[in-house]
């Protein structure tokens, strides 16, 4: 069974959403058979890849936050990565382009990293406040996970992946992905938002059960469901 994740390195409920996701997977017994690739989005790609913004800033200048609501934000969002296990720092967040980010995932996944590269980048961004725009930071993140320091700088340096990322967001376009995280599977069914553990349990054993143990011989699958409130 094959699971496709649409997300952005900057949207804390995508990383929320990833780790929901996971404890799901521990606890079903066909984990072993499902494979999952990352998909880049991105929320704001007119952003600088070379200009860094405080997220304090983006928020006020780009979204018409106050500086009252970013707090309470702020002390929201820390208290719900506590329940699973996320410090949280957003305040020290450096808001730029992702778009050089989303090409590393896709660099990792090409050799077997890509969820440890998503994991490593949100971790650097929201709790490190490290810039994911930076080649050498980016080298030295995919290099913590395994990957070749060199090989990430000459990717980088270079045009590979834009592609990849391009297709991958005129692809959600196309199934009118509008929000991130959205999950599907085996382009039959979709998972929108970081839903609870127990719906992730639920959702995965039902799809595995209807199309790969009970599938009856004329099944009529569903379509994907494009609303992504």
Known sequence: MKIE?????????CYIGKKHFEEALTQIPNQNNIKVEWKSF???PDLSKTEVTSVDDYLV???GVSVEQIASMHKQLAEMGKAVGIDFQQQNSQVVNTGDAHRLIHFAQVNEKGSEAEERLFRAYFTEGKNIADYETLAELGEEIGLNKTEILEMLN??????????????SRNIGVT???????DRKYSISGAQPVEYFVSALTQ???K????KPENDASCAIDSNCD
């Open 42 to 44: 991105q929320l704001n």
């Open 5 to 13: 994740i649409w997300s952005d390195i900057m949207c804390p409920f």
């Open 158 to 171: 270079s045009d590979a992946y834009v592609f990849d990322v391009a297709s991958d967001i005129l692809d």
């Open 207 to 209: 799809a595995y059960e």
């Open 61 to 63: 200048n780009a979204k």
């Open 211 to 214: 199309d790969y143990v009970n």
């Open 179 to 185: 929000g991130v995280p959205f999950f599907v599977i």
